[in-house]
């Protein structure tokens, strides 16, 4: 079971006065999967239609403090039929989730992976889904969104709203396009103004 994450007050000199800022270091998922190498996600019609079906199989479906990630590979073959095929296998496994978390299906000319987190976190959103080239490997994006999702939840029981957040991270800035996305959807749920992320590789961005 992973440890919670802990929030460090610290303060960084910056024009020439400090500011108040809480320190915290991510905890890594999963084994780094080979290289690391980027991920890549679509965004085109087809795939915010099939996300836009599923987000609201999750929402009818998912508990409060749940999160359905879906991952699936673009582009997208038969959507409509695919789409049915993930929300039927979704609703199944939110109903069964305590004794399976995790369930895969390849069908359709597509890859579908699904995992139920359960975070406690309320404000958090019931579903975040991928759309990715087939060289992406899925598990690299379940395990950078539970990272996000520690850090949400750490962050969302903090009393100081206005404090920056400094982020450790255990992985390569060739992930931060990815972090970038499943932070915007999380920003909701937390509580803080501006995250900078420290890379591995010493490159350091706001995400």
Not at 81 to 108: C, F, N, Q, Y
Not at 130 to 157: C, G, I, Q, S, V
Request: net charge positive; aromatic share 4%.
């Amino acid at each position: 079971m992973q440890k919670p994450l802990t929030l460090e007050r610290s303060s960084l000199h910056i024009d020439g006065r400090n500011v108040g800022v809480d320190v915290t270091t991510l905890t890594k998922h999963g084994t780094g999967h080979g290289k690391e190498k980027k991920p890549t996600l679509r965004f085109d019609k087809v795939v915010a239609r099939v996300t836009e079906r599923l987000q609201a199989a999750a929402g009818a479906c998912a508990p409060s403090g749940v999160t359905v990630l879906v991952t699936l590979t673009a582009p997208i073959k038969l959507a409509s039929r695919t789409a049915i095929a993930i929300d039927d296998t979704l609703r199944a496994l939110v109903a069964h989730s305590a004794d399976e978390p995790h369930a895969s299906l390849t069908g359709l000319g597509n890859r579908v992976r699904i995992q139920i987190v359960a975070h406690g976190l309320k404000s958090a959103p019931k579903f975040l889904g991928f759309a990715h080239n087939p060289a992406t490997d899925p598990r690299l994006l379940f395990n950078m969104t539970r990272e996000l999702l520690d850090l949400a939840t750490a962050t969302a029981r903090r009393r100081a709203s206005a404090r920056g957040l400094v982020v450790m991270c255990p992985r390569s800035s060739a992930c931060l396009d990815t972090y970038r996305h499943i932070w915007a959807q999380l920003t909701p749920a937390t509580k803080t103004r501006k995250v900078l992320m420290v890379f591995t590789d010493g490159r350091a961005e706001l995400l």
